[in-house]
């Protein structure tokens, strides 16, 4: 029988111990009769701050996701969704797929990822020629180039926001995302994506949607897009940009 308060799905969601913003936007935007259920993975070195400890954060997160997906596991969900995103890009194209066989092996479940929701939205609005912007280091913004490019995608910039720990990705204030948009925008941009789920950037980023008159993807709604129309659940949600209202 289902949960009375997850009555239409209980979602799993995994997420860096560091991480308070996934948690935030599925409650925001949570369509009744959801409910949302963390595991998280402990992140013991947040520090981001050159290329090195960026990638020593990815060797974090591989050592403690399997536990993460073990203990969220005993709430009995229905999917699983990925509140993280940087090792949801890694090895391109075929990293993310293997990235993502990995967790529904281990989970049961039907998994969403960062890196394959943004690529559906983005196909969804039939658009090529693509802006992202991060809040990594250098050798994870080539990582996500690489996977949107593999995918099919004109990456015309990409850029990150370096910085330089994992907390302070959600201390970035809608000034310094606004100053980047406008650096990476152009009039042969198609749509703008940002990635990284600690960002703080759906309000935003629906609103910029009506002033640029063009998609404007925040990844941690793209995933949940994903996942809710992934289990047949068709909701139309306001205020968080538009492909939760049009597909």
């Given amino acids: 029988m289902p949960d009375v308060t997850g009555w239409r799905a209980k979602v799993a969601v995994i997420v860096p111990s560091t991480n308070t913003v996934v948690e935030h936007d599925m409650a925001e935007w949570r369509p009744g009769g959801l409910t949302f259920h963390a595991g998280r993975m402990h992140i013991t070195n947040p520090n981001l701050s050159n290329d090195e400890e960026f990638e020593g954060l990815i060797t974090q997160l591989d050592a403690t996701i399997e536990a993460a997906v073990e203990r969220v596991l005993t709430c009995k969900p229905d999917y699983m969704l990925m509140g993280m995103s940087a090792g949801t890009f890694w090895g391109g194209l075929e990293g993310s797929k293997a990235f993502t066989r990995k967790i529904e092996a281990w989970s049961g479940l039907p998994v969403s990822t960062g890196s394959t929701s943004t690529a559906a939205a983005l196909n969804a609005f039939g658009v090529k020629r693509i802006a992202v912007f991060s809040p990594y280091q250098p050798v994870a913004d080539h990582q996500v180039s690489t996977f949107y490019k593999e995918a099919g995608f004109d990456v015309v910039n990409v850029t990150g926001l370096r910085c330089e720990t994992a907390t ?6 809608p000034e310094r995302i606004g100053r980047t948009i406008r650096e990476i925008d ?3 941009v198609e749509a703008i994506v940002q990635v990284g789920t600690n960002l703080s950037f759906v309000r935003q980023a629906d609103a910029l949607e009506g002033y640029l008159g063009k998609p404007v993807i925040p990844i941690n709604i ?8 992934a289990m047949g659940i068709n909701d139309v949600i306001d205020g968080c940009s538009r492909i939760m209202r049009e597909f």
Avoid: N
Wanted: net charge neutral; no cysteine; charged share 10%.
């Fill in 186 to 188: 152009g009039p042969d």
């Fill in 168 to 173: 302070a990705i959600a201390a970035v204030t």
């Fill in 222 to 229: 793209a995933v949940l897009w994903h996942a809710l129309r």
